[in-house]
């Protein structure tokens, strides 16, 4: 049983047939919600017990468990993953439409979306869906081509937050902050150049923050569509932060209003 995890478990970390979650948080948030479609459900004897009682909770069948030797968990992981003697195969979640997330978020005087330009690092992302989480973000909107697909990092470094928060994948950045502009969005963008700082700018109403990469920022189209561009508040011998800290304190900022 252990080889047969093994085989399934790298077939399944191929993007064309689904992803291979790990660890309890994203594989737990993944069984409790019901848009998730699993494969199978891979788990050591002693973590067994708690998977077969949430799949039951979730009304999911207890065939999709299968019990393996923690060995095999550490021969599949790299040594840094935390495994913690669960996995899961599964499909990728849909993305939500941006004109759903529109409507959805009509009758929000203070709907907050987070859009993020070239941000490549699946554990950043990861870890800025957990603070968009957190934070009670209505969506994060990414362009498909120049963001990294869902993967088992991302789950990981989100603490298996991905699974309730609509994530948006859209052609061009340019025309959905256009779309949000028309809907009542004031669209910020967040440049460690920019005049005006974070604390001194309007953060009531509806808005949509912009964030780029670490290293380039946001491309210039997209930063000119901007309705403003704002800066953190920060010590000026530091130039600047990683982009999943920098996305927290933002979000943090955004949440009093």
Known sequence: MARKFYNAAQKSANPAKGILLYGKHPVFQAIANPNRIFHQVFATADVAPEVKS???????????????????????FPKEAVHQGVAASVEPLEAVALEDVIAQTEQTDNARILILDQVTDPQNVGAIIRSCAAFSVSALVVQDKNSPQESGTMAKASAGTIEFLPICRVT?????????????????????????????????????LIMGSEGKGMRRLVEENCDQTVKLVMNPKVESLNVSTAAAIALYEFSKF
């Not at 949430?54 to 599949?76: C, P, Q, T, W, Y």
């Not at 256009?178 to 109403?205: H, I, P, R």
């Open 172 to 208: 061009n950045l340019s025309r959905a902050i256009d779309a949000l502009k028309k809907a009542g969005f004031w669209c910020l963008g967040l440049d460690g150049y920019a005049e005006v700082t974070l604390d001194k700018a309007n953060k009531s109403g509806k808005i949509a």
């Open 54 to 76: 949430l799949l039951g909770k979730a009304g999911r069948d207890a065939s999709l468990l299968k019990i393996v030797e923690r060995k095999e968990f550490d021969k599949l």
